[in-house]
């Protein structure tokens, strides 16, 4: 496959994902279907990576998500890490991007999938072009082994992002909403 920006230099790793606000149903539900969000990790400036949502990004998704009445924990939502590293293959460090990214969305079978930040976008829609010419639009996930085909992918801003640029918030609702309309026309 074509190296795109997003894969050039050091790999793509992503995390095991975690689920949120599981324990908010009194009764749980599959983890199958609902959201996958996959977001980027801002780089530390020790060279480590943070947590993508401490803090006011941390609120700020919350909000988000709980806007969308996601919080409830009826509908599946988890959660993967992106990030750039070298540390692919050492134990207990995160594993390259389409090899986790496959593993996981098949045990998960999402029925739509969020992409927050540009790597993360990239990555997934396997595009080189820059996060604005990525969102705004549901695309289908690339073929993934064990994955139904035809999972929509909608590529939004980050929440850190968002908070150092607020202007682009009605633009990241408009890409949830997108999600949203996604995530209900495929029950």
């Given amino acids: 496959p074509a190296t795109t920006p997003a894969t050039q230099g050091a790999a793509v790793l992503v995390e095991a994902p975690c689920r949120l606000y599981a324990d908010a149903a009194e009764t749980p539900a599959s983890p199958q279907g609902g959201w996958l969000v996959v977001a980027d990790m801002p780089p530390e400036a020790d060279g480590r990576h943070g947590e993508p949502?401490?803090?006011?990004?941390?609120?700020?998704?919350?909000n988000?998500?709980?806007?969308?009445?996601?919080?409830?924990?009826k509908t599946p939502v988890h959660l993967m890490r992106t990030h750039r590293g070298v540390a692919a293959g050492q134990p207990g460090s995160p594993r390259a991007m389409a090899e986790s990214f496959a593993e996981h969305a098949a045990a998960l079978a999402p029925s739509v999938v969020l992409a927050m930040g540009p790597l993360a976008a990239q990555g997934l829609m396997q595009s080189g072009d820059p996060l604005g010419k990525l969102r705004g639009r549901a695309v289908p996930l690339a073929s993934v082994p064990g994955v139904v085909g035809g999972v929509p992918v909608v590529a939004t801003y980050h929440p850190?992002?968002?908070?150092?640029?607020?202007a682009?918030?009605?633009?990241?609702?408009?890409?949830l909403c997108l999600a949203a309309d996604q995530q209900a026309s495929s029950k």
């Fill in 168 to 175: 682009d918030k009605a633009r990241a609702w408009a890409d």
């Fill in 64 to 73: 988000m998500l709980r806007a969308l009445k996601l919080h409830d924990g």
């Fill in 160 to 166: 850190a992002y968002l908070l150092r640029n607020p």
């Fill in 53 to 62: 949502f401490s803090g006011d990004a941390g609120r700020l998704l919350d």
